[in-house]
């Protein structure tokens, strides 16, 4: 089991900037962040694996950056351009190989979380 721990959530007024980071106690294949906004289902942000593979949602794209530090076991979410739809509570999770997706069925390590929240 791995554990993981999030940080960096906080609030920032629209177009404003976060980086999130995800501290693994171990290393591992692929790591993937997910978010859920109040009342809805948690989506899928985007993941990389260990072999520098990285993916994202079209809603993220060019506004989001995944990146990871291999020595210190810990994933980031560098997130610019933020609006008011990006708020959510963000989850990193993990996996082991040989597959990396955004199907949250497939992951069975979670962080407890760590909230975002963006004002217009």
């Known amino acids: 089991q791995v554990r993981l721990v999030e940080s960096g959530g906080g609030s920032v007024q629209a177009g404003g900037s976060l980086r999130l980071a995800c501290a693994a106690s171990d290393r591992v294949y692929c790591m993937a962040w997910f978010r859920q906004a109040p009342g809805k289902e948690r989506e899928g942000v985007g993941y990389?694996?260990?072999?520098?593979?990285?993916r994202y949602v079209d809603s993220v794209k060019g506004r989001f950056t995944i990146s990871q530090d291999n020595a210190n076991n810990t994933m980031y979410l560098q997130m610019k351009s933020l609006k008011p739809e990006d708020t959510a509570m963000y989850y990193c999770?993990?996996?082991?190989?040989?597959?990396?997706?955004?199907?949250?069925?497939?992951?069975?390590?979670w962080g407890p979380g760590t909230q975002v929240a963006v004002s217009s």
């Open positions: 999770a993990a996996r082991s190989g040989p597959y990396c997706n955004l199907d949250e069925r497939t992951f069975g390590n």
């Open positions: 990389i694996t260990t072999g520098g593979t990285i």
